[in-house]
């Protein structure tokens, strides 16, 4: 029972709420510029990079390098968007999404020089320390994700509802160009959703490169798992993201608890595939994910 | 509508064309089919063929470099030039090319990769310093290849070097390795290996291509278990956690060995991934919590391995680590896992860290100046270099540097490490060459290279009386 | 689209009229080579202007280019013989991807899994069994068409989930096939040897013949690389003209219906559901085949390969070549093959980059990557109709000149 809550329960949400914190940052791309962001990855590992030069190298105190690296990390977002992005508005989406795809491949060689081989840690303060939770050791680092992923999300999510600029960006994603006729800079628009989404991406690096190995550029590929996320959830639903990504995240960690125990035959490491099963599965019943909006079709 | 019966005419006619053209190609194919039968199985035309580089086929060329006395009846075929070497130490001597087929980049085993090849690199350059071999520079660098620890992209990336390849330097990992072993033979290719294959001990498996140093996975967790066993506690069971194939199934089967020759019970091998592949180790850690196994031997990458004892030693798991070779960094100590390294894990190495007190670890010092390396890569890459020397050198004695003569030599090789590693002979028995001594380490902050010798020369019973006729795994 | 270039003569039109009578018998193909002397781009039917060599500078370029291609391994070394092999190779799966993709207009990442399920029925059919892994020996005539059947039955088996969905969720889900089929190959021990391990692909035996033997040409002594190359090259023009003749049919207009405007095109009586199964079946095949071929050149086949990157280079085939060109694949596939290996000569003269692992400002293996990703965000932006585009405008530049404005 406590091995079902610490290493099932918590463990899951902790990862499930690291990916729901880049899932929205999916969505946030998506619903501006209807582009799916193939990016994210490198954007994430940047961002765990950041945190550990500004944390480890540079000294500063946790919270401060974590806020930092984010800032630096949005700028970064918000730069690609300009030279990358900005020229494609118009175009297809699958080619907007192709050129996202040619900015991870860049972006990735750019994070494995900066990284380097050697392995390297993001200073958190959690380390592998346990705590108690209604009597029941859990890992501190799993509680920590829960957190700092919530109060992110809802940050976000009370700027889009309540602030000027959250609504500016919101009639945008629903049409472009009434928005403009409105007066709101679109492509202003465009370069905050990066913006937020970097920055995100950056936190979400930033809790995964808490690991107890400590994280290498290689570990930029879990950001993918994102994107069975994003679609579970649909693709322009942040509610959508937050639950798919908990969702996910708990099935990921019973699959890697139970499943050697009473379906090995299904081989080892079956957790990698869960999220795209379930996708799958989601998929077949509703084209558009759990909570996505239906295209409407007009000739 | 109406177009359609002319547009599937049309079609009808593309249709036509191409099977024309396949059939003509079909035709080719069998006319080039036909002359042939007489040749194949040739294979000294294989090797005159298989040259590019004519400048340096035949003994007239090789006469030309007068100034070498062992240069002037040498023969040579793929592989060796009588240009020097870009770059060359000596301008007047020729340049014998060997590949060098490692991660470097983006695979698991890049961390380690980067500094063998490195060590490797400054290995020949101090034979290029003290004169070549037999009138010829060794150039490793143009050949170097990054593989990802794949055996696919490493059969792929040999093929792309070996027409201009004499051997190679380096051939990282085991199951990439094995991939291009039926080249290899092929091709007459010999190899140093980056890997402790048990496999590379036994003509059955490398075809006497492959010149492994130190001893093997295998024999490595015996070793250490013996160690364990006679340091810490005699475990009462024993785990192996290790990545698929035969690096961490050549582990688990020296770690099954060692439990069936001393009564304890054999866990399992936990097979796990590296971290790119599988996200976390956390599938390995519970797996590990859950036996109560009192040691693990460990056969992953660094980064896994800290994860692992990191992760397992958190959730409560108290009992002891053993690491292979391959599993250790000194980056581990600046991680979360750091403390728990030092607590409870142990490195298991086939020779001594940079503080050495032999010939060789001399001049690996003298090679790095006042820099340290990243890890013990470098020596390992350094030691590793020896028995192709020794090859290359035994060859130019022959005369005969070609392919050919290379791969003959090695048959009774005597190879001398510096004092690094026992000298060693190829060719014999394995049961009678093996090297079966081991160096445990502890990590340390305070070491070179963060690991301090607990231990060298281990020896141990299980390993010692290990009958080693085959493949361990 | 039928050119007219001036105004016709009463004896061209005389002909003209001929030509048409001459269609009507059934010969319509004839008609564009003899009818109208002098008037090259004059089309006197659909069929003329449909054909695959619709010009005689066409057809003297192609078979100027299959001349060349067929002398040159005479004078490649043996490795960049190889390398031009997988040039073909990769033209096939970028075929493939481009039916399904650039014609019908369903974006793929699953490709990789495809060719990796090729490369593994080969293996199979045709590979050498042992204790650990299945291989029945066949010959590569049998082998080989069933590396393309196999996955093109998957793709059939798979595609009613993907006619259902649409757009970028069709991107992601064909990425899951990549990860379920990543796993499922690990896994698979006795057909694939399992991961970190891999297993020989099958044996390269054509009728009887083993094509790693070396052969004698004309006086000449084939390599083995040589003799792939010629292999690869004869399968790679009988499935590049099977694809031109595919989408210059009705099942190739109904792709590009789907593709402008799948509401539009269903309700003109063209099956959605036919269509779409259509090309990813198509597709597959092309793709089993690739792969099968690809690691038949490498030597080895392990299952971490056919991962999203693969599905990437793919892409970037048929980006950089040019969406919805058969010409436009092959252009695609010489750029993705080629440029790493131009790279790296190109790393002795640029002084920043390093060819050592250790050293410099990026390693040439980083530069490669680099400038790949590079090139498909350049591409993307500038030329989105990739280099046929490019193709396209000098040639027109050129037709017109001196008037080129």
């Known amino acids: 029972m406590t091995e079902l809550i610490s290493s099932g329960l918590v463990r899951g949400l902790g990862i499930g709420s690291t990916y729901a914190l880049l899932a929205v940052g999916f969505v946030i791309i998506y619903r501006a510029t209807g582009v799916i962001n193939f990016a994210q990855p490198a954007l994430m590992i940047l961002g765990a990079y950041a945190t550990s030069v500004l944390a480890t190298g540079a000294g500063l105190p946790f919270p401060v390098a974590v806020l930092a690296a984010m800032a630096v990390l949005a700028a970064v977002g918000m730069a690609t968007e300009r030279v990358a992005l900005r020229p494609m508005v118009g175009r297809q989406p699958f080619a907007a999404a192709m050129v996202t795809v040619g900015v991870l491949t860049v972006l990735f060689v750019v994070a494995h020089r900066l990284i380097g081989t050697q392995v390297r840690t993001v200073g958190d303060p959690w380390g592998l320390q346990r705590a108690e939770l209604f009597g029941v050791s859990v890992a501190q680092v799993d509680l920590a994700k829960i957190v700092v992923s919530m109060v992110a999300i809802g940050a976000v999510g009370l700027f889009l509802a309540r602030s000027r600029l959250g609504l500016a960006m919101r009639a945008t994603s629903m049409d472009q160009e009434v928005a403009l006729a409105q007066g709101v800079d679109v492509g202003r628009m465009f370069s905050l959703a990066w913006g937020i989404s970097a920055a995100l991406a950056a936190l979400a690096g930033m809790l995964i490169g808490t690991s107890a190995g400590g994280f290498e550029a290689i570990t930029a590929l879990v950001a993918l798992k994102a994107l069975p996320v994003v679609i579970v959830g649909g693709l322009d639903s942040i509610k959508g993201a937050v639950y798919a990504g908990l969702l996910i995240g708990v099935a990921e960690a019973l699959t890697r608890l139970y499943q050697p125990r009473y379906a090995e035959w299904l081989g080892a490491n079956v957790d990698v595939v869960v999220p795209y099963v379930i996708m799958i599965v989601v998929l077949v019943v509703r084209p558009y994910g759990l909570f996505g909006t239906r295209e409407v079709e007009r000739v | 509508m109406r177009s359609n019966p002319v547009q599937r005419r049309g079609r009808r006619g593309g249709m036509r064309r191409g099977v024309a053209i396949a059939g003509a190609f079909a035709l080719l194919a069998t006319a080039c089919a036909v002359d042939d039968d007489d040749e194949p199985d040739d294979t000294s035309t294989d090797v005159a063929e298989g040259t590019e580089d004519a400048e340096g086929t035949d003994d007239g060329a090789a006469g030309e470099d007068g100034d070498d006395g062992a240069a002037g009846d040498v023969n040579v075929d793929v592989g060796v030039t009588e240009e020097p070497c870009p770059e060359a130490v000596n301008p007047d001597n020729g340049c014998i090319y060997l590949g060098v087929l490692s991660d470097l980049s983006e695979g698991p085993f890049a961390a380690l990769g980067i500094p063998l090849t490195a060590g490797q690199e400054a290995f020949w350059q101090r034979v290029n310093d003290e004169g070549g071999i037999g009138g010829y520079d060794v150039d490793i660098s143009t050949y170097t290849r990054d593989t990802l620890y794949d055996p696919q992209e490493h059969s792929a990336r040999y093929r792309e070097i070996e027409p201009n390849i004499l051997a190679l330097a380096q051939t990282l990992g085991t199951e990439p390795t094995e991939a291009i072993l039926p080249d290899m033979d092929a091709d007459n290719v010999i190899g140093a290996p980056a890997t402790w294959w048990s496999g590379w001990a036994f003509e059955d498996n490398d075809f006497g291509l492959i010149l492994e140093s130190g001893y093997s996975y295998c024999l490595e967790s015996q070793i250490g278990l013996d160690w364990a066993g006679e340091n810490v506690a005699p475990p009462s069971t024993v785990l192996a956690v290790g990545y698929p194939g035969d690096y961490g199934g050549d582990s688990a089967a020296g770690v099954e060995a060692w439990a069936m020759a001393n009564d304890a019970e054999f866990g399992g091998f936990v097979e796990t991934a590296p971290d790119a592949v599988v996200g976390s180790q956390d599938a390995a850690i519970g797996q590990v919590v859950g036996s109560g196994a009192d040691v693990v031997v460990l056969a992953v990458g660094p980064a896994e391995a800290a994860s692992i004892v990191g992760g397992s030693l958190a959730e409560g798991y108290e009992g002891l680590f053993l690491g292979s070779v391959p599993t250790w960094d000194p980056a581990l100590l600046d991680s979360p896992a750091g403390e728990a390294m030092v607590a409870a894990y142990r490195h298991i190495a086939p020779w001594e860290g940079i503080d050495g007190e032999t010939p060789a670890h001399e001049a690996i010092r003298e090679s790095l100046g006042d820099d340290l390396p990243a890890n013990e890569g470098y020596i390992f890459g350094w030691v590793w270099s020896y028995p192709i020397k020794a090859a290359l050198e035994a060859a130019v004695e022959n005369g005969d540097l070609t392919r050919a003569g290379v791969r003959a030599a090695v048959d009774g090789l005597e190879v001398d490490y510096e004092g690094i590693l026992p000298s060693a002979t190829f060719g014999g028995e394995a049961n009678e060459t093996a090297v079966r001594t081991a160096v445990i380490n502890q990590p340390d902050p305070e070491g070179s290279l963060g690991v301090s010798p607990l231990q060298v020369g281990v020896t141990g019973a299980t390993a010692d009386a290990y009958e080693y006729t085959a493949a361990c795994a | ?405």
């Open chain 3, 1 to 405: 689209m039928t050119v007219d270039t001036g105004v016709p003569s009463g004896r061209e039109r005389a002909e003209r009229e001929t030509g048409l009578r001459v269609r009507g018998r059934g010969r319509g193909l004839r008609v564009r080579g003899r009818g109208v002397r002098g008037r090259p781009l004059l089309y006197t039917s659909y069929a003329a202007d449909q054909a695959i060599w619709n010009t005689p500078a066409k057809r003297g370029w192609t078979l100027a280019l299959v001349g060349a291609v067929l002398v040159l391994p005479f004078f490649l070394s043996r490795d960049l013989t190889s390398l031009v092999t997988t040039v073909f190779i990769f033209a096939i799966g970028g075929i493939g991807l481009n039916l399904v993709t650039g014609y019908a207009g369903q974006v793929s990442l699953g490709h990789a899994f495809f060719m990796g399920l090729g490369a593994y029925t080969a293996a199979v059919f045709g590979g050498a069994g042992s204790d650990q892994v299945i291989g029945w020996g066949l010959d590569m005539a049998i082998w080989l068409p069933m590396a393309g059947v196999v996955p093109a039955l998957v793709g059939l088996v798979v595609a009613p989930l993907a006619v259902r969905v649409r757009g970028l969720y069709l991107a992601v889900l064909t990425l899951g096939l990549v990860f379920i089929g990543e796993h499922v190959f690990k896994e698979a021990r006795s057909i694939t040897g399992g991961a970190g391990v891999g297993r020989a692909p099958a044996e390269p035996v054509l009728f009887g013949m083993d094509l790693r033997e070396r052969y004698h040409l004309f006086g000449y002594i084939l390599s083995r690389e040589a003799v792939y190359y010629f292999v690869c090259f004869a399968i790679f023009v009988v499935l590049a003209i099977a694809a031109r003749n595919l989408t210059r049919s009705k099942p190739g207009r109904a792709f590009a219906a789907v593709r402008d405007r799948d509401v539009a095109a269903s309700m003109m009586g063209i099956s959605l559901r036919r269509t779409k199964t259509l090309a990813f079946t198509v597709s597959s095949f092309y793709a089993g085949v690739s792969g099968a071929l690809l690691v038949m050149v490498i030597g080895r086949v392990t299952p971490t390969n056919w991962n999203l990157f693969l599905s990437i280079d793919l892409l970037a085939v048929i980006l950089i070549g040019g969406i919805a060109t058969i010409s436009g694949s092959i252009l695609g596939a010489a750029f993705v093959v080629l440029m790493p290996r131009i790279v790296s000569e190109l790393a002795d003269v640029v002084p920043f980059i390093s060819t050592s692992p250790s050293g410099g400002f990026l390693s040439v293996f980083q530069l490669q990557t680099m400038l790949f990703g590079a090139l498909i965000v350049l591409f993307l932006v500038l030329e989105p109709r990739g280099l046929y585009g490019l193709w396209v405008r000098v040639r027109n530049y050129w037709k017109a000149w001196p008037f080129s404005y």
